[in-house]
């Protein structure tokens, strides 16, 4: 077909930041549907508590302090999280480095706090259904904090290399925005887990 | 922010020499590893397409077997064993493995051409999500070769697929084949989402986007909100299974019941995740053929997104006789046939479109026509399965096998095969054979219906499903003789459809770029078209761009001529906003493809498979997303 | 049409639906229950017909009429496209106002079909992979007994059934005389139906069980009041003692041979609670859960092989000589 030349975008930027880039786009979709496997999850854990009689079943409530503690270790990265997220727009190398140091050990702190939790659920997940949901329902949070505390020290070594281009700063505002997510994704998960045993 | 200036331009080479160097920088590499390598959405497109038609072939064979053992009574000609088996692998195959995966597959070949662009995004998870559904499918068939495939039903029920009554692992290849396909169709999902959302050609504003993209951009979030549901059931299942947890353990607080609205929450959604890409088909093809556009665009639009979000508030009417609330029932009657009005409303603008139209009568529009036949009895029988009372009389018979076949097959198959007579020649750059066409229709039309429409009969006169025999005093021998010689004659018109496919790929007429003097920018490039699609990105004026700019299309400049790069368009009014690097061949979705399938079929076997599984996996996540110091990754 | 045309068509009917007001057919129907299904499906087949055929017709005359004049594709009539648009805004209107009157309709069948009466005469029915297990229960224990894949009702009284299961779900499906209820595990389910007629009605698992789902069938057999209540008396009596020595031989070998592990048989020593009970089994119209009809050939076959009949099922072959065979076949044929 014959073309006609109607406009130039030589002009346009080489990488967006936050909805002007694919990846952003990417990860929000991902939190959509992980978001949204989350809800079932939850959805799962109140329909057992509706048709069991007693809950939880054959073990007393998990033990307050591991959630808690994270809930509030949570909340608080959400401050250098976003530091990091405006040095990144800055492109502001050594800041972003630092950042994604903190933000590594961060993440490496909670994984270390998670694995307390596991152990003061005060049930296996073979006792009941209850234990069974419940390690279900954490596990998969766990999943979510691996999965980003990987990518974190991911990027955090590549910008210490010769890769450390600008487009991929963009790659660190989507993590930072994926941070985010873990952290709401978790305060849901805390009361349901902590609070609703004891109700 | 804008790359150095020394790069080279596309408006500064002109023509061949544009078209060729984009050729260079696109091409998937030669030999083996680079086909092994291929990012390209149509490489992959076609790959999905052809595998899923493979899926088809082996889940209609089985299709074949249960007619013969069904075509009489008490015939021995399969084992119950092996008629469990075969039943449960015909509607999962035909589920998980061809109707989800070839919509999917299409899309994935057709959205960035109708979109106007050069890659789908993402297209390294666009491989890898073809590996998953490769490697989940041949797991699965593998397994049902070795004699462990799965004999629980497609819906694979608790408690008869818990460890207690299935100790086989035929529950386990299930579950993990489930796994693997909606990793796969949740992948797609997200990168058509983000190819429509931002990879439209410039001035593609919401109102202009072609309804088969509009639909699969519908399908695409219906994936993303129900599979999570199949998602946590199959991994529960399995962990039941494995390490003892009691989700589905009655004597435990878990209860069987959770299963089946785990399931149906996904499983419901199911269906219309089949059927509205068919429904996109359908618009396309109609406005070709009728010569005209389709008739109340806004309104297919609306009801594809009304059907989306009604589809997740019908679940409990596949529940009705598990002893709900009655009243509780009596409103999933209601939400249930109100996705009739939507449904309804598609049908009546598609009618309107034809009576105003000059139709032109080619393979294409006549498997439309029989859709539009089919798929009405099929939706009116949903509106009747819908009732309760109706329902606990048809439930689990052979009424419901004919209704879900005549809206699947109705509804998603027939447009499907309209689909692929009308894009055959842009995929392959040849026409399929005109006359076998109306033979390949007719049979599918009247074997059909000769296949299915008795077993409404069936169902009403008492034959439950899922019975791998009768006897001669139930009265039912006759209808089912006539079933099956009904599912011969479909069965011949999809063996006459591959014999047309492979006598057009060497002998058909050439196609040329736009065959049937269609409107939409997929026309607008070569038969087959080029690595890059388009030597210059459209930009769209109207809705239907090659019907509006008959003689000249009108295209930006500006991209690189040296790097893969695609444009970035804002979400509503697609107006140009980033030059986005595009990435290129990799082999590393391929290897965290195989990693994750050791993973996941490890994980069947010991639940240690989960840690000396993933180091694999994060080692060639990290290969695939480290840079290679290319100019697309240094940008 | 030619009427060898139409003679043909009609003896094809014909031969296709034979047997299609059988024993268990929702389009027969012989309770209560049953007949308002089947009036409700009747309201929805005879509009979806309408529906269908209209839909037919507009589609014909559309490919039929006289096109417009232009071929161009862009140059639309204005008034032909609003106008279709409100005509279609108006069907989906009609179409809205078809589906609130059909999920009225459906409801008040529901309200008809799930209606309860305190007085129903009450039975358990408990499945089991691949049969039926069924409770008689009364105020007094004595009044109360089990018996297998037969249950016999009297016919013009409601009967409710409460349905459990003893392993996988099944589902409790008789369709001529009402629709289906799942027997699910960990959960009780009732449901209530009264027969019209006195008949035979054959009943099957609509849910899939198994290796054996296909072979999960049983009948109910409606009964006038007082032939009822003598049934359900003699039924509450414990087995005869067989009066004969080849009974009696055959007893001892029931007892000898395994088949009491599973089997009880009240009033004998046989007390097994795995298998069907068998007290009056002479009585049942068929073996193996309605896989054959009853007699001695069948009876005998059955016992011989029973994973020839039903491969999978949990009955195993017990080696026996044929005059073996033959004392238990005549022992198990008098406990009537």
Known sequence: MKQTIVRNVAELPTFGFGPRSGPWWGAMGFMALEGMG??????????????????????????????????????????PNEYTNRVAQRQDLPRVRICLIVMSLIGIVLLVLRGFEFAHLNTRWDNSAYGSVVWLILGLHTTHLATDVGDTVVLAVLMFTHHAKPRRFSDVTDNVFYWNFVVLAWLPLYFLLDWVPRL | ?????????????????????????????????????????????????????????????????????????????????????????????????????????????????????????????????????????????????????????????????????????????WAQMITFTEVAALAVAVEIVVTVFKLRAPGMTLDRIPLFVWAMLVTAFLVMFAMPSIMVASTSLILDRLVNTRFYDSSSGGHPLLWQHLFWFFGHPEVYIIFIPGTGMVSMILATFARRPVIGYPVIILSLIAIG????????????????????????????????????????????????????????????????????????????????PIDTQVHDTYFVVAHFHYVLIGGAVFPLLGAVYYWFPKITGRMLSESVGRWNFWLAFIGFNVAFFPMHILGLIGMPRRVYTYTAEMGWERLNLLSSVGAFIFALSFALLLANVIYSLRKGARAGDNPWNASTLEWATSSPPPPHNFDRIPVVKHRDPLWADSESLPVVAGLSAERREVLLTSLAEAEPQVREASPEPSIWPLLTAIATTVFFIGSIFTPWAVLWGTPPMAITLIGWFWPTGSREDEA | MPVRVRTALVFLA???????????????????????????????????????????????????????????????DRRFEEGSGRLILGLGIATVIIVLGLSFVSYAGQRTVFAKDENALTLKIIGHQW????????????????????????????????????????????????????LITGQKNELQFTAKNAGIYRGQCAEFCGLQHAHMAFAVIALPPDEFGRWRDHENQSANSPADPLGKQGEDLFRGRGCALCHNIRGTLAGGQLGPDLTHVGNRTTVAAGTLPLSPATLGAWIADPQHIKPGNLMPRMPLQSDELIAIIHYLEQLK
């Open chain 1, 38 to 79: 989350f809800a079932i999850a939850i959805g799962t854990y109140l329909y057992l508590y509706a048709v069991n009689p007693t809950w939880p079943i054959g073990a007393s409530p998990p033990d307050l302090w591991p959630g808690t503690v994270e809930a509030a270790l949570y909340l608080l990265s959400i401050i």
């Open chain 2, 1 to 173: 922010m804008a790359a150095d200036d020394r790069e080279l331009r596309d408006e500064s080479l002109d023509g061949l020499q544009l078209s060729a160097q984009l050729e260079r920088i696109w091409r998937t590499p030669s030999g083996l590893l680079g086909a092994l390598m291929s990012v390209d959405h149509k490489v992959v497109g076609r790959r999905y397409i052809v595998t899923a038609f493979a899926f088809l072939l082996l889940g209609g064979i089985l299709a074949m077997l249960m007619r013969v053992q069904l075509a009489g009574p008490e015939k021995t000609f399969l084992s119950p064993d092996k008629y469990n088996q075969i039943f449960t692998m015909h509607g999962s195959t035909m589920m998980f493995l061809f109707a989800v995966p070839v919509m999917e597959a299409f899309a994935v070949y057709l959205v960035p051409l109708m979109v106007g662009t050069r890659n789908i995004a993402f297209p390294r998870l666009n491989a890898f999500s073809f590996w998953m559904f490769l490697f989940g499918g041949c797991f699965l068939w593998i397994s049902f070769l070795l004699n462990v495939g799965p004999d629980v039903g497609w819906f694979a029920y608790v408690p008869l697929s818990s460890l207690q009554f299935t100790p086989t692992k035929r529950a386990d290849v």
């Open chain 2, 309 to 388: 979000f009604l589809s997740f508030g019908l679940w409990v009417h596949h529940m009705f006789v598990t002893g709900l609330p009655q009243l509780g029932a009596g409103l999933f009657t209601a939400s249930s046939m109100l996705i009739a009005v939507p449904s309804g409303l598609q049908i009546f603008c598609w009618l309107a479109t034809l009576w105003d139209g000059r139709p032109v009568y080619r393979t294409p529009l006549l498997f439309v026509l029989g859709f539009i036949a089919i798929f009405v009895i099929g939706g009116l029988s949903g509106v009747m399965v819908a009732s309760v």
């Open chain 3, 14 to 76: 014909t031969w296709l639906l034979a047997a299609c007001s059988g024993r268990q057919s929702a389009l027969d129907p012989q309770g209560l229950q049953s007949d308002q299904i089947r009036h409700t499906l009747f309201i929805f087949l005879i509009i979806a017909a309408i529906v269908w055929i209209a839909v037919m017709v507009v589609l014909g005359i559309g490919m039929l009429r006289r096109k417009r004049a232009s071929n161009q594709p862009l140059d639309l």
């Open chain 3, 131 to 182: 049969w039926w297990e069924v409770h008689y229960e009364a105020d007094s224990p004595h009044q109360s007994f089990v018996t297998a894949n037969e249950i016999r009702i009297p016919t013009g009284q409601p009967v409710k059934v409460e349905l459990e299961s003893a392993d996988v779900i099944h589902s409790f499906w008789v369709p001529s005389l009402t629709g289906k209820m799942d």
